[in-house]
Every structure is written in structure tokens, then in C-alpha cells.
């Protein structure tokens, strides 16, 4: 399958060299530092579980030079979401199906003011890796999975076709009858995990460790779930007690990647994490004083330039 990964960072470069490795056809848009070291010494992913080097990948510089793809995978940062989707229009008018493996749950609605809606399929994924230096991706610990799944709840074939390709490459993939809820569950545990690990610049170890930490990581999550319902998704009322023991089970050292932004003075995402339960609660008239703390602690640093 050809495969355009926009987007090679800790997502997109990990992802994309397992189906790459894999014999998949696939083709990296990666700009920079980061995408010239690439196309001159491969991607080097260091991994406990599944470490790659693709010596000679297929790497370009931006998205109209990619001239063909079946399945844009799209891993850039929330922010240029917007100029990436106009991009892609070509090619997902030709017929390539578009995952956002993103996080958020506002980022497909930006995708739909550019693309046709039928080329949108709903992805999330779930892994700690980070580019190490120009050209290395480090991943931490052994979590690494994508969920993907139509809007309209349907297991179509290429929904299983993909989600087959991705199991041979050894990404831990399944297909969502509710990708919807799958979205906004992921979203739930990472607006705990990035607000949490971002103000205190600690990993979940320590943090979940904590009773006053651990409390306020619950009530971070519970205002998103209260959100999430107002606006029509079911989620569980276990939801947050279930993400807690899951984060239980989650390597100590791992980390979010705007905490690692933070730390390298580096733009934040938080307009669509904390930043985004807010916003959206705003619209539902809900109150959410935790994630409205966050983002006011984390604010002098969203436009990066300051490291913390």
C-alpha cells in the first residue's frame, strides 16, 4: 500500500518505519533538521520492543510533492493542521483515505472544512515516542497502538484492510465500531496525562504515586468526561477510575510530548488539551476549574520560546 506519513516525528516516524520495514510503500513528508538528517542517515528508531533503521527511506519535503498515496497518515502538530489539510486536498480527492493519528478531539473537524468527507476515517493512537535528535525517534516503554474506525460505524474493508497491515508490521492495531468514543476516551487520558506532567515536570511515576497529584489528575479527567457527555458522547461512568488503573500500568519514566515541548522551550498544544476542555466547555455552559487552572499555569509558555 502506498502510504504518505505527514508528519515524521515521534508518531509518524515510528509508525510509519514499522509499516515501512514491513515491505509497506511508504513515503515520509519531513522538513527541517529532522527530515534532512533523515535523507541522509535513514530514520533510526531506538526501541525496547521494536527498534528500526531504515537506511533509505522515502523522504520529501512537503505534501505536493508526494504524487500518489492509498493512506495519508497525518502526525504533524495540531497547529499546522489546517495548512496540511489544504495539501492534502489533491490527494484525498483522488481517492486516499486520510487517518489524523493526532491528538484532540477538534482535529477532524478541521480536516472536513477541506476534505471530502468520505476520505476521513477516525484514528487514534497511543505511545510515548519523541525524535531524540535529528533523525533518532525514542520510544519509551512497550505501549504502542492505534484504533481506527468510520464515522458512520461501520467495519468497512478498508478499515480492516489497514488495520490488517498494521498487525503484520507489529503495531497493535484494532478496528472501532465507536471510534467517536474512542477519541474522546484517549482524549480523557491525555489531557490528565499532558496537564499533569506538564505542571509539575515530573513523569506519571511520581505523579500517580501521590495522593494530592493523583487526586488532581482525576478531577482533570472527570471535567473532560463531563464534556465529552454534554456534547453527546457516552462514556462510562467508570471511565476515569479505569484510565487510572491504566496509567498504572504505564512505564514511570513515560512522559507526555508537551511536557517534552515545555521542557525545550518548544510551542505547546495546549489550546486543544486543557486549553480545549475549557473552550469547549465554555460553549456548554459547564465549569471546569481544574483544566481552567492548567491552562492558566501553562500559558506564559504556549507560544514556546521560554523552556521550563
Not at 528508531?45 to 512537503?62: A, I, K, Y
Not at 492509498?70 to 492534502?88: C, G, I, N
Not at 535528535?133 to 481506527?148: C, K
Not at 488532581?216 to 454534554?230: K, T
Amino acid at each position: 500500500m502506498r502510504i504518505a506519513v505527514v508528519g515524521a516525528g515521534g508518531v509518524g516516524g515510528y509508525f510509519g518505519s514499522q509499516l515501512a520495514a514491513n515491505g509497506e510503500d511508504v513515503v515520509f513528508v519531513a522538513r527541517g533538521a529532522h527530515g534532512a538528517a533523515i535523507r541522509e542517515h535513514g530514520l533510526l528508531v531506538r526501541s525496547d520492543e521494536h527498534p528500526q533503521h531504515l537506511t533509505s527511506p522515502n523522504v520529501v519535503e512537503s505534501v505536493d510533492r508526494v504524487e500518489e498515496a492509498e493512506l495519508v497518515v497525518l502526525a504533524v502538530k495540531l497547529w499546522d493542521t489546517d495548512d496540511v489539510a489544504r495539501s492534502l486536498a489533491p490527494l484525498a480527492e483522488a481517492g486516499a483515505a486520510v487517518v489524523s493519528l493526532q491528538n484532540g478531539v477538534q482535529k477532524d473537524d478541521v480536516l472536513r472544512r477541506y476534505l471530502p468527507r468520505e476520505s476521513i476515517l477516525g484514528g487514534a493512537c497511543y505511545i510515548s515516542a519523541f525524535i531524540e535528535s535529528p533523525g533518532v525517534i525514542a520510544h519509551h516503554g512497550a505501549l504502542q497502538r492505534i484504533v481506527l474506525g468510520e464515522y458512520d460505524r461501520t467495519r468497512s474493508d478498508r478499515v480492516l484492510d489497514i488495520v490488517a497491515r498494521c498487525r503484520a508490521a507489529g503495531i497493535n492495531a484494532e478496528a472501532s465500531d465507536d471510534i467517536e468514543r474512542e477519541l474522546w476516551e484517549k482524549y480523557v487520558f491525555l489531557v490528565g496525562m499532558s496537564a499533569l506532567t506538564s505542571a509539575t515536570r515530573l513523569t506519571m511515576g511520581p505523579i500517580r504515586a501521590n495522593h494530592e497529584t493523583r487526586r488532581l489528575l482525576a478531577e482533570v479527567m472527570a471535567e473532560a468526561v463531563a464534556v465529552g457527555r454534554a456534547r453527546g458522547v457516552h462514556l462510562d461512568d467508570g471511565l476515569v477510575a479505569e484510565r487510572l488503573a491504566f496509567i498504572d500500568t504505564v512505564a514511570p519514566g513515560m512522559t507526555s510530548s508537551m511536557a517534552n515541548d515545555l521542557a525545550e522551550g518548544r510551542r505547546l498544544e495546549l489550546p486543544w488539551l486543557s486549553g480545549g476542555v475549557v473552550s469547549l466547555a465554555a460553549e456548554d455552559g459547564i465549569g471546569v476549574p481544574a483544566n481552567r487552572t492548567i491552562a492558566a499555569l501553562l500559558a506564559p509558555y504556549v507560544d514556546g520560546g521560554v523552556a521550563a
